[in-house]
């Protein structure tokens, strides 16, 4: 159990404490129930859930990079239905904050799957995915144009009373805009950032080393640049809540995108090699503010 220093709010959303894992790096959550209780992190993320399940790409579909990692999963997923029967209950039974990751390739799709959602008993809210580099229809497509994330964005507040989160893309042309685009159209909260367009290549035979050809560049290697645009859209938009995602591994990184406006956190690559990492960060984040007499929410935007 944590102290009640790490509560924080981000809009209509109350956490215990605000360390969450990332949406593609911690499955459905019910994965890592032997490694951690996820009652014990502030929220998890599950992996994005299209309308129907999708196989994603082909196999090679993830590379280590100095620093980070390329994946190209392609969204792979059991689908709405199989989720709301089959994960969710069992989430909610382990008392787990469970945010259900969406997308689709045309905005109906996304409406149709958050109706869905409305009302389903055990979730806390939606994250819309406007963002992913690794499917040829939807996902950054929508995250690239601010017109385009209004207009999607709109029609799925109109669906759905649930808290409303909206993750956008790093590779957007101007993530402030874009930020201002899903603000103005009901998001209640903002992710920042997913993950950046990248490309390895095998030097002997010159073929891409995952088949989808570029995949999202993740890991310690973004962590300056994510960094960089919370500030940067904490600073433009100061009362817009954030989420802060990018190469978070220690109580340092969770304190830095705190520093420069992030609410709360996501930790996403670092799960694939410490499966245990988040409830790791909340003991140390705990302890740190008890040292302190200092609560997590007054470490917000303290960088001018």
């Given amino acids: 159990m944590t102290s009640s220093y790490l509560s924080v709010a981000l809009g209509p959303v109350r956490l215990a404490n605000p360390i969450a894992t990332a949406s593609g790096t911690f499955g459905y959550g019910l994965e890592f129930a032997d490694v951690l209780d996820l009652s014990s992190i502030g929220a998890l993320f599950t992996k994005g859930l299209s309308l129907q399940p999708h196989e994603g790409n082909a196999p090679p579909r993830i590379c280590e990079t100095p620093s980070g990692m390329l994946n190209a999963i392609g969204l792979q997923n059991v689908g709405i239905e199989t989720f709301l029967r089959e994960k969710l209950p069992l989430l909610a039974a382990a008392g787990a904050t469970v945010f259900a990751n969406i997308w689709g390739d045309e905005e109906e799709e996304y409406v149709e ?37 209004a207009s999607l964005v709109g029609k799925v507040r109109k669906a759905t009373d649930a808290p409303l989160v909206v993750k956008l893309s790093p590779n957007a042309p101007d993530l402030v805009e874009s930020a201002r ?52 859209v904490h600073r433009a938009l100061p009362d817009a ?20 406006g992030a609410s709360a956190v996501q930790v996403g690559t670092a799960n694939f090699r410490d499966p245990g990492v988040s409830a790791r960060l909340v003991r140390e984040l705990d302890a740190w503010c008890a040292e302190r007499s200092i609560a997590a929410r007054d470490l917000i935007g303290r960088t001018p």
Wanted: aromatic residues 4%; hydrophobic residues 45%; neutral net charge.
């Fill in 181 to 232: 685009a899903a603000r103005g159209a009901g998001a209640d909260v903002l992710s920042l950032v997913n993950t950046f367009v990248g490309m390895a290549v095998d030097p002997e035979t010159g073929a891409p080393r995952i088949s989808f050809g570029t995949g999202g560049l993740s890991g310690p290697a973004i962590r300056p640049l994510a960094v960089r645009m919370v500030h940067q």
């Fill in 241 to 260: 809540p954030l989420w802060g995602i990018g190469g978070i591994e220690t109580l340092s990184d969770v304190l830095e995108f705190m520093a420069v």
């Fill in 113 to 149: 799957i958050a109706r869905a959602l409305s009302g389903a008993p055990g979730l806390a809210g939606i994250e819309l995915n406007i963002s992913c580099p690794n499917v040829r229809k939807g996902g950054m497509l929508f995250g690239n144009s601010p017109e385009a994330t």
